[in-house]
């Protein structure tokens, strides 16, 4: 008797047979078609130009502001444009975003978050913005970012995998691919400017929600 494990992250997607999920470095099974798309997005040897991410029709960028680091990000497209009745390939988001970790610079591109995720994110800083979140942590199905909750009213954001500094597949000091954001007023922005966004992205398919 074959026994199937699930991974389950905050943007509640389950694997499933034909989407393996690996936690240190996950990698999505694509349609024959988006192959050699999706390779381009992934690969860490062309690094993309160091610029500000677009403000998409006049919408803010989602902005993290610590000292002397900060992260601007924001969400470019569905994964999978075409793709409107998978609750798994038809919610993938691609998110761009720039880092700078005090002076270290660097840009990624890559289909990180989901539609699921991305709420779940923005419900999470605004619950942080307002006190001692009821969980200390937001972490995905991919590994590529990481929010945590710090017990001196700080937020840690680190970054992994194709959301890394070039290099990061090899021993790289956690200081080098995170940093603190004070928690103020400014996370609840940050949900607003992501919730924004959200709205030229809205769920598709069926419900990807466990049990539901």
């Given amino acids: 008797m074959k026994i199937l494990s699930a991974f389950c992250g905050a943007d509640g997607l389950v694997s499933k047979p034909g989407h393996r999920r690996l936690a ?8 024959s078609h988006d192959l050699q798309r999706d390779r381009r997005v992934h690969d860490r040897n062309q690094p993309y130009p160091m610029r500000e991410p677009d ?8 902005a993290f502001q610590g ?8 969400i470019k497209q569905y994964q999978f444009p075409d793709i409107e ?7 993938w988001l691609v998110v761009e975003g720039r880092v700078d970790i005090k002076g270290r610079k660097w840009t990624f591109r ?4 989901t539609t699921i995720g991305a709420e ?9 913005s307002q006190g001692e979140p009821s969980t200390i ?19 840690r954001i680190r970054f992994a995998v194709e959301s890394g500094p070039p290099g990061c597949d090899t021993a790289v000091q956690w200081n080098e691919r995170s940093f603190l954001v004070p928690v103020s007023f400014a996370l609840a922005t940050a949900a607003r400017q992501l919730r924004q966004q959200l709205g030229r992205f ?9 049990g539901r």
């Avoid at 403000?55 to 989602?62: C, H, I, R, T, Y």
């Avoid at 890559?110 to 978050?113: F, I, N, R, W």
């Avoid at 779940?120 to 942080?128: R, T």
């Fill in 67 to 74: 000292r002397r680091s900060s992260l601007k990000m924001v």
């Fill in 137 to 155: 942590d937001c972490i995905f199905t991919e590994p590529n970012l990481e929010f945590r909750y710090q017990k001196n009213r700080q937020l």
């Fill in 85 to 91: 009745d998978d609750a798994w390939d038809s919610n």
């Fill in 120 to 128: 779940h994110l923005a419900d999470w800083l605004e619950e942080v």
């Fill in 110 to 113: 890559d289909p990180c978050l």
């Fill in 202 to 210: 809205p769920p598709r398919g069926p419900s990807p929600r466990p």
């Fill in 24 to 31: 240190a470095c996950a990698h999505r099974r694509l349609p």
């Fill in 55 to 62: 403000e998409p029709n006049g919408l803010q960028v989602v």
